[in-house]
């Protein structure tokens, strides 16, 4: 089954666009081919492009991004951090989406700014009160998500909304890959900054496996269709800067790059 993805035809298209505005459009990849479905999901094919005439979009429209604190024990204690006897959660507003190639933009009011490469969980269909071991037919599929985070802000305020809420703040994409498509205990996570390689870590590693999180955050929280799980960062989070080209790989799903740049 081929990658899925959101796209404009107008290359000027805002970086996230509402899903019923008539700019959007679903399509499937294959290969260099990008054809238009009717929806989301659906296996129809109507009108082929060249994704160099396409403006990608974020390829998923959620309610809200659901982020996972401190899910990999080397990266809870590169920064000081106990590890959580259960998942820390957070969310990132819908209004912080960018796709693969738009801009992160760097806010005035912050002086340091974190890449954080993950890898992103979205949902297929509406979970409430999933039991860990049913959790997998609830999920749509896979992509690569950098939470990008002002560690100033998020530090100074105790919480993380302002830190992690800005817009562009949460890069994802290029597409959705159908979980049916992915072997899973092979992912890892490499996330480089101007070529440099920064992290690199087995998704295998993480704290709370992906069932275990959509069952905690299912007991309180309805997860609909395309809502977004950002599921954690590896050891090696750092400092970016604008001008620098970050880029979050995750073999077998795609490459997430985004510049930064002064806001
Ligand atoms: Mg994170």
Known sequence: MPQRVR??????????????????????????????????????????????????????????????????????????????????????PPSSLVAHGDNIIYPTISARVDYEGELGVVIGKRARLVRPQEAESYILGY????????RDLQRRDGQFTRGKGFDTFCPVGPWIVPRQEVQFE????????????????PVQEMIFPVGAIIAFVTQFMTLEPWDLIATGTPAGVGPLEPGDVVRVEIEGIGVLENKVVRG
């Open 7 to 92: 796209f404009s035809l107008n290359r000027f298209a805002e970086p996230t666009l509402p899903d019923g505005s008539p700019q959007v459009r679903y399509g499937v990849l294959e290969g260099d081919a990008l054809f238009e479905t009717r929806t989301p999901s659906s296996e129809d094919k109507g009108a082929a492009y060249r994704m160099k005439d396409v403006r990608l979009l974020p390829p998923c429209w959620p309610s809200k991004i659901v982020g996972i604190g401190r899910n990999y024990r080397e990266h809870a204690s590169e920064l000081g951090n106990p590890l959580p006897p259960e998942p820390l959660i957070f969310l990132k």
């Open 143 to 150: 992509t690569c998500v950098n939470d990008v985070t002002a």
């Open 186 to 201: 092979r992912l890892r996570i490499r996330t480089l900054v101007n070529g440099q390689l920064k992290q690199d870590a």
